[in-house]
T-cell receptor, first 117, second 112 residues
Framework: EAGVTQFPSHSVIEKGQTVTLRCDPISGHDNLYWYRRVMGKEIKFLLHFVKESKQDESGMPNNRFLAERTGGTYSTLKVQPAELEDSGVYFC???????????????FGSGTRLTVV | RKEVEQDPGPFNVPEGATVAFNCTYSNSASQSFFWYRQDCRKEPKLLMSVYSSGNEDGRFTAQLNRASQYISLLIRDSKLSDSATYLCVVMSGGTSYGKLTFGQGTILTVHP
């Protein structure tokens, strides 16, 4: 089974530019999550899709971030315009629709390391 | 106050040692609890779920105390390959069902 795929693996952009990150979840996983880890901080939740719908976007830092999941398959996270504080590692994760109580877990992608200079 | 608090360490232990990590969480409505492991520059990977009755997986034992909102992980007979960052993770319920809240992680280094 293919895992969660993210690309690019690394991106270096200048402040003010636009960057789009992509996540391909495991096939059949309706739940898709974005998380971010900035240097020195814990991994933080950004948002949660169920199929193509945003279930929870309470973690999105501001309106420079736009996430989409057209058709309920892959998702993109666009940062426009990028700021220095957006630097970090962006992780995507997916899970099946119905989690097993007590045994719930996600599969994470390997992340996109974003550096804004 | 952070939602999930961990001692960041680092813990430096010799091979064969027993090491314990602790974690507290603030949201009493949290539903599920996990320990993840993260190697340097890699993604987090599920180590084990944590149950109120306590559970064991080989050299790893996890405990949950809901009354104290406390989670622990015990690693026995440490191996060099156990060197990693251990993340205490809590899953929300209710309208935020499925959202994971991470602790900052505890760094473990096992040396020969």
């Amino acid at each position: 089974e293919a895992g969660v795929t993210q690309f690019p693996s690394h991106s270096v952009i200048e402040k003010g530019q636009t960057v789009t990150l992509r996540c391909d979840p495991i096939s059949g996983h309706d739940n898709l999550y974005w998380y971010r880890r900035v240097m020195g901080k814990e991994i933080k939740f950004l948002l949660h899709f169920v199929k193509e719908s945003k279930q929870d976007e309470s973690g999105m830092p501001n309106n420079r971030f736009l996430a989409e999941r057209t058709g309920g398959t892959y998702s993109t996270l666009k940062v426009q315009p990028a700021e220095l504080e957006d630097s970090g590692v962006y992780f995507c994760a997916s899970s099946q629709v119905v989690p097993r109580v007590g045994g719930y877990g996600y599969t994470f992608g390997s992340g996109t390391r974003l550096t804004v200079v | 106050r952070k939602e999930v608090e961990q001692d960041p360490g680092p813990f430096n232990v010799p091979e064969g040692a027993t090491v314990a990590f602790n974690c507290t969480y603030s949201n009493s409505a949290s539903q599920s609890f996990f320990w993840y492991r993260q190697d340097c520059r890699k993604e987090p990977k599920l180590l084990m779920s944590v149950y109120s009755s306590g559970n064991e997986d080989g050299r790893f034992t996890a405990q949950l105390n809901r009354a104290s909102q406390y989670i622990s992980l015990l690693i026995r007979d440490s191996k060099l390959s156990d060197s990693a960052t251990y993340l205490c993770v809590v899953m929300s319920g209710g309208t935020s069902y499925g959202k994971l809240t991470f602790g900052q992680g505890t760094i473990l280094t096992v040396h020969p």
